[in-house]
């Protein structure tokens, strides 16, 4: 099973993702964490990440489209199903990821669309803000953030409308009850029953 977890900044892919691994043995590929992970290393990706990321913006397309192909290639061999968590952000990256799971023989079974509105969404960011510790995690960077979410993300949900692969969940609410909620609508689209309960 091949998920993408869409949804805004602060609309709980981070959390949904957690359960969702364990749930049904996923393996998680979140294009942040990669990210996150070579600054942390200081690599050469890693500079040009945190001077994009600290200003709220998306890496190149062509970059991050490398990225995932690599992920695949080397950490995804054999595993039963990927979630991508922060992937794809723009049109070109949709197009992308359809031409490498096919590559692989693969395809998406699903798109988990977490609906959080705006506002809630600013609010959360900015809670979440206090403890995080994230450089992306400030007023202005949060304000762009959701912003280029608004302008280069969203015409992603249309278009996975589109394709029939959209699920939208509402993602106001109790976390545990959300994550009943995909798990209910990926058995009726999938058949897949999650192995453990959250
Ligand atoms: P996230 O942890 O998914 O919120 O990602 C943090 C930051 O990493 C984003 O604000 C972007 O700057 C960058 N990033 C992560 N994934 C992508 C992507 N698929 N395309 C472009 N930039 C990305």
Redesign the pocket.
Known sequence: MNLVLFGG?GSG??TQSARLIDNYGLFHI????V??DHIARGTELGKI?DE??SK??????DL?IQI?DEELEHNAKGVTGVIF??????IP?AHALEKLLEKHGEKLDAVIGLEVPEEELEARLLNRAKESGRA?DTIDVIKK?LD?YHNQTEPLRKHYIGTGLYEPINGKGVVDEITDEIASRLEKRTGVKRRTRR
């Open positions: 900044p892919k981070g979140s294009t942040g964490d990210l996150r990440a994009i990321i709220g913006q998306l890496l190149p397309d991050m995932l968590d922060g992937f794809p952000r723009t990256q992306d953030r280029v």
